[in-house]
């Protein structure tokens, strides 16, 4: 099974401004998935998008997904506080039912 | 809440004792994991059980040993283990063949002296 890459590993921004990080991954996916993890906590699952779709939205997060570049990108806009956490892409085997987890991207947001 | 509970949330032990880590799910998933997370690692998946059955071990030392009773509890038990062990254990669980999405209990935080 592969792992995603997210980048940046870390993220700092002021409350109010957008955060952006990506994903890359290697081979064919059905699907791509975003966790968050506050500190010390369990991941929370945050969108889901498949590999037919380009965009999907929730909330304030804006998920994009290339296939052509093997690429995702998730997009949190208006930044809150409570937004900082660390981002994990995740991208499940062809069994369905295991996910491989990237190394995460660390986003701290300044009030 | 994600339905997904585990105890204790912290727990200290030394290098003879024998412990146990508890989880329970309540969302009727039929699939139940077993993650650990180390600083500045990525998650490490160590057990996966299927339908109440063993599908993964990924070369995971014998001193952690699972144990999944029935769909809705999951444990680990612990003994003999090395300060390298100490870690954020975490337990997810997922429906099979949906798409893979899994939820995470908030993890137990082990430190072994």
């Known amino acids: 099974s592969q792992q995603g890459e997210e980048d940046p590993q870390a993220l700092s921004i002021q409350e109010g401004e957008n955060a952006t990080m990506n994903c890359s991954y290697k081979?064919?996916?059905?699907?791509l998935q975003w966790y968050r993890q506050n500190s010390g906590r369990g991941l929370v699952h945050l969108i889901l998008?498949?590999?037919?779709?380009r965009e999907k939205h929730s909330g304030r997060l804006r998920v994009t997904l290339d296939t052509s570049k093997k690429s995702s990108s998730l997009l949190i806009t208006a930044s809150r506080a409570a937004d900082t956490a660390s981002y994990f892409c995740?991208?499940?085997?062809?069994?369905?039912?295991?996910?491989?987890f990237g190394a995460g991207t660390t986003v701290t947001v300044r009030a | 809440e994600t339905g997904v509970t585990q105890t204790p949330r912290h727990l200290v032990m030394g290098m003879t004792n024998k412990k146990s880590l508890k989880c329970e799910q309540h969302?009727?998933?039929?699939?139940m994991y077993w993650y650990k997370q180390s600083a500045k690692k990525p998650l490490e998946l160590m057990f996966v059980?299927?339908?109440?059955?063993?599908?993964e071990n990924n070369s995971v030392p014998s001193r952690f040993s699972p144990e999944c009773p029935n769909s809705s509890h999951l444990f680990l038990h612990l003994h003999t283990l090395q300060p390298e062990d100490s870690a954020l254990y975490l337990c997810?669980?997922?429906?099979?063949?949906?798409?893979?999405?899994?939820?995470f209990g908030p993890g137990t935080r082990l430190t072994v002296t």
């Open positions: 969302l009727g998933h039929n699939a």
């Open positions: 081979t064919s996916i059905n699907n």
């Open positions: 998008i498949r590999s037919n779709e």
């Open positions: 059980y299927s339908l109440e059955e063993r599908v």
């Open positions: 995740a991208l499940p085997s062809s069994n369905d039912y295991k996910l491989s």
């Open positions: 997810a669980s997922s429906v099979v063949g949906a798409s893979g999405e899994q939820y």
